[in-house]
Every structure is written in C-alpha cells, then in structure tokens.
C-alpha cells in the first residue's frame, strides 16, 4: 500500500496547470537550443579573488570589445574599479609568438607576481598539467617558470619559490633567478608518484594535488605513491589505422592499492626524512596539511574498511607522529575538510557522531571541549573562522533539507544568526581577508544563478551576475516550473521529490512518466538549486506530454546518518525498492499512464536505471542507463569498499544487486549508454551487461561513444545524446 494524500497531489498539479497557462501561446524549446548553441546557458562570476587588503577584489572581465579577459581590482564598498592587474595583450614571454590567455591564475604573497595557466592538459577527470608564466605586475614582463609542462604549482609564503610537480617528480624554482631544483627523482609513470597521487585518491578523496608548504615556507610535506603492485587498466584510443592503448593504475574493489608514504623536504639543509604512518601499509592518508607552528604537521589516517579515521600530528623535524583524534562509526566515517585550527592550537571538527553532520571544538591535545553546532539537521560546510570578533562562518541545511544557507556562531556555541535568506541555494565563497564580505551565489531550481557581493551582516552590497537576459528569454517559451512534493511509502518513510508537467496539463488525461534518478550514497537530486540544461530538457519533455518525477531514494543526503548509512554493505537493496514505491504510487494517479514509467540515470543513475528494468520489470515499461555501474566489482575500491566491505567478506552483498545478476527479469526496453574511454565507470561495465543479456536472449538498444569518458561530452556530443535518449524515449515510453 501506498499512502498519499491523492487530493494533495491533484490541487498540486493543477496548480502547476494554472500558474504556467499563461504560458502556452510560447515558444517551444529544441534539443539544439538545449544541448547545441548554449543560448540557454546560465552565467556565473569568474577569475573572482578576495585581495590582502580586505577592502578590495579582483574579477575577470571582459575588454570593452568582447574579444580577450581583463583581469581588474574592485573596491568592496563603492564597487568602483580601481585599475587593471592584468590583460592578455600584456602576457607575451620572450621568444613567444603569440600573447598568452588569461584564464587560470593565482598570486603570490604580496601579490606583486601572476602565476597565469595556458596549454592544459587534461589527465584524468579532475588532474591536468599545462605551461607557466608569471606576470611581473611593476614591469609588466612575463616569462615561462619552465618550456614543459607541469602541476599543481605553487607559491612559497614568501613569493619567491614555487614548487610544482613534471613528470611525477616534485621540484622547486627559485624565482630570484629561475633555477630549477629536483626534490625527488626517482618518479616514473605507473610506478612512482610524488608530489601529486594516484587515480583513484584523485576520484575518491576529491584531491590531486600531493604536497604542502610549512607557515614559514622552509618545508615542503609530499605524498609518495608507490603504485608498482597495483593492477594495470588499459583502454583503446581510436583514431588511425592502429588503436592505441592508454593505461593507468585502478585498483578495484577488494584489489591492492599504492603504498603511500608521507616524506618533508627542508629547503635550507636539503634533506628529506619520512614522516611515521603507522605499521599499516593497507591503510589511506587522504590529507595532510600544516597547523599553526611551522613544525606542525598533521595528516589524517584512515583504515582500508574506512570505518576510522585518525588525526594525526606529526614533527616536521624528526617525522614522529601521534594519534590526536579519532573518529569512529560501526559503518563508514566520510571524510570532511573542515578542519581549521585557532591561535591557541584548538581546532573544529566536523563529525556525524550525534547522528547528523555537525562542528565540534577540540583542545590542542585532541580532547573535545564541545559541540558548537547541534539540531536535527546537517551542517554543510565549515566555510571559515573569524577568530578576532568570535565568529565562526557555516552552511547549513537547518531550514530544510532542500537549501542552503550561510549562519555565523561563537565558538563557544552561542549567538547563532542566520545571515542569507534568499530562497533556494545559496553557496558562500571568497570570504575577504578581514571577513567583511563574501560572495554568494543563489539559485533555486526553477530560477538560475544570481551572484551578490554581501557583508556579515547578510546585506547585499551589488550584485555581479543576476542572468537577466537568461530570465527574458525563459519568459519567452513555454516552461512548467518544477514543484517540490513528498511521497510516503509503505514503510512511512517520507520520499523528498519535484516533479514537472506539461503547462497545458489536463488532469482528466494520462501521462507518461520519466522517473529521473541518482540515488547515491549522501548525494541530493532534489534540491532547490538550478539544474542547468536538465532543466530545460524536463521542459522539453514536458512540452512533449511527458511528467518528470524525481525522488531521492534512501541513502541519500541531507537528512542525518541513519538515513544514508542504511544502506551500508547493500548498495541498491533499499534504494531500488523506494524508486519501485515510487513507480507503484505514480499508478495510483489518475493523470498517469500505468503502462508507461520509465527511468533514465547517469553513473550511479545509470546503475539504478538497470536495476529498475531488472528487479523492477514489472513497474517499468522502459530504462535509459547512461556510464552504469553493473558490477561492483568491477568499481574502484575506495568508493565500492566504503559502502560495501570488501568483496570477501560481503560476496552476497555484490552479487545480489548486480544488474547482471537479473537480467532475466527484464521485460520492458533498455537503453544503455557508455563512453569508451571512460576512466571512472569502465566501459567494460555496460560489455558485460550486453553480454549477459545476450546470454539470456534479451533484447536491448545500445550505444556508445568513442574515447569520450565519464562526462560523454565535447563539440556535439552532448547534443547527439541527449537526441538518442529522446528519440528512443519517445519512441519506447
């Protein structure tokens, strides 16, 4: 049985029906408006960066005839612009033939020198390496800190060193006269990683960069990755008359990974000791990082079922450490970045052992002296600590688990305000020096970006992007705006949703319906944010007689640990039977076709699609799965062993909610999706769900995309996607 209030959800569409009639005499959207031409792109602020002085900013612009990026200093207060940092047609090294883009850049200290980015390179998803200049802004000459190309430069504290990693080797310039030194030298790819680390600490760490600069700027701390006994990935690359094979280390669920070691350089004696991990080597350090003493450092820990996580100090002078903190959970313990600490060697720190995600304040010794934030709902982000006026700066869902918004705190725990109250999303950035101001962007999901200039106080000071000429043109066409609702199951567990249909909507008539998903473990699809071309794709939809329904599934976020950790070591049991709810509810509407629900999702979406049109066959007529998980096994270790164990011990847990494990349940359509050249999701996910349908004569459709990876996108692929899920979609729903 499932319960709802049908009376609810009827006045609840009608009133979508009615607020958008207005509509219907509009423009309709195309998929090449959507996916093609851009036109419907939102706009944010770019190159934004707050200066030393707290009164001033920096923000790329463009030049007065739209042609190159100027980058340009602003003042907090008035808004006025007080002169030009930098412009492209200053950026010409020696030799050059060409003036160099300003794209990607950074400053030194005293913000006399311009680190600018040209040639990248991207490497996996997230890494990249590219050329160097640096814009000396007295003389306005620019030169190259090397002819190769190299990552993750940066900036000693005193401005005149840089170190970066080439080569899988970290080195150090001197920029008093551009001397390169090597600081390691026994890099090699596939083998030995400095400075930077492996593939799946880069996907699942969310880190590339592998090294850190002491206060004073004498030491160097830096990962090395001995990645020798991990298993070699290789994918073909087409194109010419040979494929070529581009290999790389992926360690899968339950497989070996690198060896990782922590070492620090000292620049004035030129020696490098190692820093004491532990006896363990099937262990992860995801962070280290330096604390407030220029010998301090500090570096978390976490066992292989990462169900522990350690803060651990370290002596940068002789490499001994200590356990400070540790933080437990019978499931998994995920892994935050809010650790900040104050001038006394206290530090906060964020923990989901009150059973929601909050900030706690511990003494120097590791010894919690309190819980700053506490309720019912989550913190997002710990965005910073103005320690002077006993402010601490965070996000949080407290309203709803649907938005976000910025509070300030005493670090005794007293005095909370709440400082953004725009509707929606609103996400805090570039907090100036003296935590006067910042930046908020705020969205919600039926209205894109606006981008404001604040003091603490919550008062807008200018807004630098509100996306006008976006709102005009959407006022231009026939739109329904996404509702938010909420299904309650047979288990009485409230299902957060939106839901979208056609602006001439006829609530005697019946609708096919797009159930759109991700569903993964923390993750929030139904959220009061813009959703970008999706938006305008459901309305495309809509607009051709379709209802979009989204749900966000236990496991997800937003909503404390127990919601989320539920599904621990059974990754898709109970996420597949809330969007079977989900289906069996939609039946029970009377403006639904019963025979026609089907659902598309990407990644983990994609993985949840090919469990609906297996172990959901009889709710769903059709299912588009896009870059699917089939198998956990054959996923990394770090995402797949969090939430599931190792595959030894939880065997069941992997194979009993497989996709291909059920794929003699399927009876409606299927459409599976896959870029060959995927490094996240292998593309040999979907060849073994065609095979094992093949096996079992199932029909299905495919397609796949050559060398594109995880994102499938590039020129016009996007555009050639989304055609082929809507063409099949309404050919097969």
Same mark, same amino acid.
């Given at each position: 049985?499932?319960?709802?209030?049908?009376?609810?959800?009827?006045?609840?569409? +009608?009133?979508?029906?009615?607020?958008?009639?207005?509509?219907?005499?509009?423009?309709?959207?195309?998929?090449?408006?959507?996916?093609?031409?851009?036109? @419907?792109?939102?706009?944010?602020?770019?190159?934004? =960066?707050?200066?030393?002085?707290?009164?001033?900013?920096?923000?790329?612009?463009?030049?007065?005839?739209?042609?190159?990026?100027?980058?340009?200093?602003?003042?907090?207060?008035?808004?006025?612009?007080?002169?030009?940092?930098?412009?492209?047609?200053?950026?010409?090294?020696?030799?050059?033939?060409?003036?160099?883009?300003?794209?990607?850049?950074?400053?030194?200290?005293?913000?006399?020198?311009?680190?600018?980015?040209?040639?990248? !390179?991207?490497?996996?998803?997230?890494?990249?390496?590219?050329?160097?200049?640096?814009?000396?802004?007295?003389?306005?000459?620019?030169?190259?800190?090397?002819?190769?190309?190299?990552?993750?430069?940066?900036?000693?504290?005193?401005?005149?060193?840089?170190?970066?990693?080439?080569?899988?080797?970290?080195? %150090?310039?001197?920029?008093?006269?551009?001397?390169?030194?090597?600081?390691?030298?026994?890099?090699?790819?596939?083998?030995?990683?400095?400075?930077?680390?492996? #593939?799946?600490?880069?996907? !699942?760490?969310?880190?590339?960069?592998?090294?850190? #600069?002491?206060?004073?700027?004498?030491?160097?701390?830096?990962?090395?990755?001995?990645?020798?006994?991990?298993?070699?990935?290789?994918?073909?690359?087409?194109?010419?008359?040979?494929?070529?094979?581009? /290999?790389?280390?992926?360690?899968?669920?339950?497989?070996? *990974?690198?060896?990782? /070691?922590?070492?620090?350089?000292?620049?004035?004696?030129?020696?490098?000791?190692?820093?004491?991990?532990?006896?363990?080597?099937?262990?992860? +350090?995801?962070?280290?990082?330096?604390?407030?003493?220029?010998?301090?450092?500090?570096?978390?820990?976490?066992?292989?079922?990462?169900?522990?996580?350690?803060?651990?100090?370290?002596?940068?002078?002789?490499?001994?450490?200590?356990?400070?903190?540790?933080?437990?959970?019978?499931?998994?313990?995920?892994?935050?970045?809010?650790?900040?600490?104050?001038?006394?060697?206290?530090?906060?720190?964020?923990?989901?052992?009150?059973?929601?995600?909050?900030?706690?304040?511990?003494?120097?010794?590791?010894?919690?002296?309190?819980?700053?934030?506490?309720?019912?709902?989550?913190?997002?982000?710990?965005?910073?600590?103005?320690?002077?006026?006993?402010?601490?700066?965070?996000?949080?869902?407290?309203?709803?688990?649907?938005?976000?918004?910025?509070?300030?705190?005493?670090?005794?725990?007293?005095?909370?305000?709440?400082?953004?109250?725009?509707?929606?999303?609103?996400?805090?950035?570039?907090?100036?020096?003296?935590?006067?101001?910042?930046?908020?962007?705020?969205?919600?999901?039926?209205?894109?970006?606006?981008?404001?200039?604040?003091?603490?106080?919550?008062?807008?000071?200018?807004?630098?992007?509100?996306?006008?000429?976006?709102?005009?043109?959407?006022?231009?066409?026939?739109?329904?705006? &996404?509702?938010?609702?909420?299904?309650?199951?047979?288990?009485?567990?409230?299902?957060?949703?939106?839901?979208?249909?056609?602006?001439?909507?006829?609530?005697?008539?019946?609708?096919?319906?797009?159930?759109?998903?991700?569903?993964?473990?923390?993750?929030?699809?139904? %959220?009061?944010?813009?959703?970008?071309?999706?938006?305008? #794709?459901?309305?495309?939809? &809509?607009?051709?007689?379709?209802? +979009?329904?989204?749900?966000?599934?236990?496991?997800?976020?937003?909503?404390?640990?127990? #919601?989320?950790?539920?599904?621990?070591?059974?990754?898709?049991?109970?996420?597949?039977?809330?969007?079977?709810?989900?289906?069996?509810?939609?039946?029970?509407?009377?403006?639904?076709?019963?025979?026609?629900?089907?659902?598309?999702?990407?990644? @983990?979406?994609?993985?949840?699609?090919?469990?609906?049109?297996?172990?959901? &066959?009889?709710?769903?007529?059709?299912?588009? &799965?896009?870059?699917?998980?089939?198998?956990?096994?054959?996923?990394?270790?770090?995402?797949?062993?969090?939430?599931?164990?190792?595959?030894?011990?939880?065997? *069941?847990?992997?194979?009993? *909610?497989?996709?291909?494990? =059920?794929?003699?349940?399927?009876?409606?359509?299927? %459409?599976?999706?896959?870029?060959?050249?995927?490094?996240?999701?292998?593309?040999?996910?979907?060849? !073994?769900?065609?095979?094992?349908?093949?096996?079992?004569?199932?029909?299905?459709?495919?397609?796949?995309?050559?060398?594109? *990876? =995880?994102?499938?996108?590039?020129?016009?692929?996007?555009?050639?996607?989304?055609?082929?899920? /809507?063409?099949?979609?309404?050919?097969?729903?």
């Amino acid at each position: 049985m499932i319960l709802f209030q049908l009376k609810k959800i009827v006045i609840l569409v +009608i009133s979508i029906c009615i607020a958008t009639q207005g509509f219907s005499q509009k423009k309709k959207l195309t998929l090449e408006q959507i996916w093609g031409s851009g036109e @419907f792109s939102a706009k944010t602020v770019s190159g934004f =960066h707050p200066m030393n002085d707290g009164e001033h900013y920096a923000k790329m612009d463009w030049d007065s005839g739209y042609k190159y990026n100027v980058l340009r200093q602003y003042d907090y207060k008035t808004g006025k612009m007080q002169g030009t940092i930098a412009e492209e047609g200053w950026l010409k090294p020696e030799n050059a033939t060409n003036n160099l883009e300003l794209g990607g850049y950074q400053f030194n200290s005293d913000e006399t020198q311009l680190l600018v980015m040209n040639e990248v !390179e991207n490497i996996y998803r997230h890494s990249f390496k590219a050329r160097y200049a640096l814009l000396d802004r007295k003389t306005r000459k620019t030169n190259y800190i090397s002819h190769e190309k190299g990552m993750h430069p940066a900036f000693n504290p005193k401005g005149n060193k840089i170190a970066w990693v080439r080569d899988n080797n970290l080195y %150090l310039i001197d920029l008093n006269n551009m001397k390169e030194t090597a600081i390691t030298t026994d890099g090699k790819k596939d083998e030995i990683i400095n400075g930077a680390v492996d #593939w799946v600490y880069e996907e !699942e760490f969310s880190m590339s960069s592998g090294f850190s #600069w002491s206060p004073d700027g004498e030491k160097i701390a830096f990962f090395r990755f001995d990645e020798t006994k991990v298993t070699e990935f290789f994918m073909p690359i087409y194109g010419g008359l040979y494929p070529k094979n581009e /290999t790389f280390k992926y360690p899968k669920a339950g497989e070996g *990974n690198s060896l990782v /070691t922590v070492w620090v350089y000292d620049l004035e004696s030129k020696k490098t000791i190692q820093v004491d991990v532990g006896q363990v080597t099937d262990q992860y +350090i995801p962070r280290i990082f330096w604390g407030n003493g220029d010998d301090d450092l500090f570096f978390f820990r976490m066992n292989r079922l990462q169900n522990k996580v350690e803060l651990m100090k370290a002596d940068a002078d002789n490499g001994k450490s200590k356990v400070l903190l540790i933080d437990t959970s019978p499931d998994y313990v995920d892994l935050y970045d809010d650790v900040t600490f104050l001038n006394d060697g206290s530090f906060l720190w964020s923990s989901e052992k009150s059973g929601y995600k909050h900030l706690h304040h511990y003494d120097k010794n590791g010894k919690e002296i309190r819980q700053v934030t506490m309720g019912k709902f989550e913190v997002a982000d710990l965005v910073g600590i103005d320690e002077k006026n006993n402010r601490i700066f965070y996000t949080s869902l407290e309203t709803s688990p649907l938005d976000r918004n910025l509070y300030e705190i005493g670090i005794d725990g007293k005095n909370k305000k709440r400082i953004t109250w725009a509707e929606g999303t609103n996400s805090v950035s570039a907090f100036s020096k003296n935590w006067k101001y910042f930046l908020n962007t705020n969205s919600t999901i039926n209205s894109p970006y606006v981008v404001s200039l604040m003091d603490s106080t919550g008062k807008t000071l200018r807004i630098l992007e509100n996306n006008e000429k976006l709102m005009r043109k959407m006022m231009e066409y026939d739109l329904a705006p &996404a509702k938010f609702l909420e299904v309650v199951t047979s288990e009485f567990l409230p299902l957060k949703g939106f839901i979208m249909v056609p602006s001439n909507f006829d609530e005697k008539k019946k609708y096919p319906v797009l159930q759109y998903v991700y569903g993964g473990p923390g993750s929030q699809q139904v %959220l009061d944010v813009w959703k970008g071309g999706y938006y305008f #794709w459901f309305n495309y939809l &809509a607009q051709n007689g379709y209802i +979009i329904m989204c749900v966000d599934n236990r496991g997800t976020g937003g909503r404390g640990e127990s #919601w989320k950790k539920i599904t621990y070591r059974e990754l898709g049991y109970y996420e597949i039977i809330d969007q079977i709810e989900v289906a069996k509810w939609l039946k029970k509407q009377p403006f639904v076709d019963s025979s026609r629900i089907g659902m598309f999702g990407w990644s @983990f979406g994609g993985y949840m699609s090919s469990l609906a049109i297996t172990k959901g &066959a009889a709710e769903f007529k059709a299912a588009i &799965a896009v870059a699917p998980v089939t198998n956990w096994r054959y996923y990394d270790n770090i995402y797949t062993e969090r939430y599931m164990g190792l595959p030894k011990d939880n065997p *069941n847990g992997y194979d009993d *909610n497989s996709p291909t494990s =059920h794929v003699d349940k399927i009876k409606g359509n299927f %459409l599976i999706i896959h870029g060959t050249a995927d490094d996240n999701v292998h593309f040999q996910n979907s060849v !073994e769900m065609v095979d094992a349908m093949i096996k079992k004569n199932i029909r299905f459709d495919s397609e796949y995309y050559p060398n594109k *990876n =995880h994102g499938i996108g590039g020129g016009k692929t996007r555009l050639h996607l989304f055609t082929k899920m /809507t063409e099949w979609m309404f050919k097969n729903l």
